[in-house]
């Protein structure tokens, strides 16, 4: 059975930051694509990075370029994300997810149930 188990949320003033990390099982880790995405309140949900089996390829979404930091461990199945300068807007619920594919591009397969960010100004 897929798992993706993230954990790490919290509140944090602006200029704060927070260190997600989600704990994968039930498929090879080093395989994939994992990806992390966050949906804010009465928006939809948007990606907000992605690494590729490798660790090679990296991707953010700009609103978060120079702050946010993917890294992935596959000796420990368990992708982080160190958020730094965190301000309101980053406030969601962030969610990691598998892509069964070595590359990351849309459409990810499971997803995990996601970790509360509350950046307060």
């Known amino acids: 059975e897929v798992q993706l188990q993230a954990s790490g949320g919290g509140l944090v003033q602006a200029g704060g930051s927070l260190r997600l990390s989600c704990a994968a099982s039930?498929?090879?880790?080093?395989?994939?694509?994992i990806g992390w995405f966050r949906q804010a309140p009465g928006k939809e949900r948007e990606g907000v990075s992605c690494?590729?089996?490798?660790?090679?390829?990296?991707y953010y979404v700009d609103s978060v370029k120079g702050r946010f930091a993917l890294s992935r461990d596959n000796a420990k199945n368990t992708v982080n994300l160190q958020m730094n300068s965190l301000q309101p807007e980053d406030t969601a619920v962030y969610y990691c997810?598998?892509?069964?594919?070595?590359?990351?591009?849309?459409?990810?397969?499971?997803w995990g149930q996601g970790t509360k960010v509350t950046v307060s100004s």
């Open positions: 997810a598998v892509r069964f594919s070595s590359i990351c591009s849309a459409g990810f397969d499971y």
């Open positions: 039930g498929f090879t880790f080093a395989d994939y694509a």
């Open positions: 690494m590729g089996s490798s660790g090679g390829s990296t």
